[in-house]
């Protein structure tokens, strides 16, 4: 069953540290994508990757990192930089621009809090 | 200044009543544009974009140039349309989203 599998669902993180959210999809997308969703602010880009081993900032990515060693994953890192991390985010992975079938494929997200 | 303006954070109708979902984008050029859905419970779906020209679920949208605008519509709306609705448009190689519009149908 092709999808994009993101975990976990929620995570708890203490101050000062950093943690990792999982993205997986085996759609075959050469694309990927993370997003911060936030009550009246819609959907914020962090990181963006077309290739493996290539990856772009967003609009928000201060105090974030990934890594695209794999065509399959796409792993963010939430650093102790980030200000105000607790938010929900999405994995998102798209066919290439040009396919007639171009969109995102979007997970299911991860509820990340700051205790 | 914002690139995809969703003016109405929240649209209220009754079921039958026509749906007019605003959305409003900043770009010269001919803009690739889309429209997501997200339902109770449920992931960020594709809902239309409008080069396919297509009609989902009775919604329609038109690419208004001269207005930089992307309005979705639909005639009759039903309780089960109720969700969040996105805006988005492509920027170099990403979709950027406008903030949503929670769309309530009732009965």
């Known amino acids: 069953d092709g999808g994009i599998t993101q975990s976990p669902k929620y995570l708890f993180r203490k101050e000062g540290q950093n943690v990792t959210l999982s993205c997986e999809q085996n759609?075959?997308?050469?694309?990927m994508y993370w997003y911060r969703q936030d009550p009246g602010q819609g959907l914020r880009l962090i990181y963006y990757?077309?290739?493996?081993?290539?990856?772009q900032k967003g609009d928000i990515a201060e105090g974030y990192s990934v890594s695209r060693e794999k065509k399959e994953s796409f792993p963010l890192t939430v650093t102790s930089a980030q200000k105000n991390p607790t938010a929900f985010y999405l994995c998102?992975?798209?066919?290439?621009?040009?396919?007639?079938?171009?969109?995102?494929?979007f997970g299911s997200g991860t509820r990340l809090t700051v205790v | 200044a914002q690139r995809v303006t969703q003016p109405e954070k929240l649209l209220s109708v009754f079921k039958g009543a026509p749906v007019e979902l605003k959305c409003n984008y900043s770009?010269?050029?001919?803009?690739?544009l889309f429209w997501y859905v997200q339902y109770s419970r449920q992931r960020l779906q594709l809902l239309l974009r409008?080069?396919s020209r297509e009609s989902i679920k009775g919604f329609t949208a038109d690419l208004n140039k001269g207005e930089t605008s992307f309005h979705l519509k639909k005639p009759f709306a039903q309780e089960e349309d109720s969700a969040m609705y996105y805006c988005?448009?492509?920027?170099?190689?990403?979709?950027?989203f406008g903030k949503g519009t929670t769309l309530s149908v009732s009965s």
């Open positions: 759609l075959n997308h050469d694309a």
């Open positions: 990757s077309q290739i493996v081993n290539d990856f």
């Open positions: 988005a448009r492509e920027e170099g190689t990403a979709l950027i």
């Open positions: 998102a992975s798209s066919t290439p621009q040009g396919a007639l079938n171009y969109g995102y494929t």
């Open positions: 770009y010269s050029g001919s803009p690739e």
């Open positions: 409008h080069i």
